[in-house]
């Protein structure tokens, strides 16, 4: 009897990693269409309006407050275009993940400081959700639904002779 049950977990729960393992590659292409947009439109937004951009920077302390502002908008602009069709995702995730770091460090710098006394302001600061989405797209890749899935298996298929 013991081991009916047993199987049957068994049966269960490779049942069950089957599914989830299914849904990886919908919820990659998901997150990625979001955060490539809200990315996008950020760093659009910081293009559009550099100046205002540049003085905000040097209320942080930044230095070169207008090159930082211009990098830090390509960055996400460029970055999130490229998150949103799956091109290089792994490669420009670093500068995005690095981009929203520096966020942490000059903007939100209480929040940072606070990550143990107080997880809430830090999960609630606006570059966190924007690190996490990178960051999981750093870790586990773009997905099957993605222009870097479709030119992995073209270089396969070119090294295999088919």
């Known amino acids: 009897m013991s081991t009916t049950l047993v199987a049957r977990a068994q049966r269960f729960h490779s049942l069950f990693v089957s599914v989830a393992e299914k849904l ?11 955060w490539g947009w809200q990315f996008f439109n950020t760093g659009k937004g910081k293009l559009g309006d550099l100046e205002k951009v540049a003085g905000y920077f040097t209320t942080l302390g930044l230095p070169f407050p207008k090159l930082n502002a211009a990098m830090a908008g390509t960055t996400e602009c460029v970055g999130g275009l490229l998150l949103l069709v799956g091109l290089g995702s792994r490669l420009v995730s670093v500068p995005l ?16 400081n606070g990550i143990f006394q107080d997880p809430d302001a830090f999960t609630s600061a606006a570059p966190f959700l924007f690190f996490l989405a990178a960051l ?6 773009p997905g099957v639904f993605s222009l870097d899935w479709l030119i992995a298996r073209w270089l396969r298929r070119g090294t295999d002779g088919r």
Request: aromatic residues 18%; hydrophobic residues 65%; without cysteine.
């Open 24 to 34: 990886q590659s919908p919820f990659l292409l998901a997150a990625r269409l979001f």
């Open 97 to 112: 993940m690095f981009t929203m770091i520096v966020a942490y460090l000059t903007a939100e710098r209480e929040a940072l």
């Open 136 to 141: 999981i797209v750093f870790v586990f890749g």
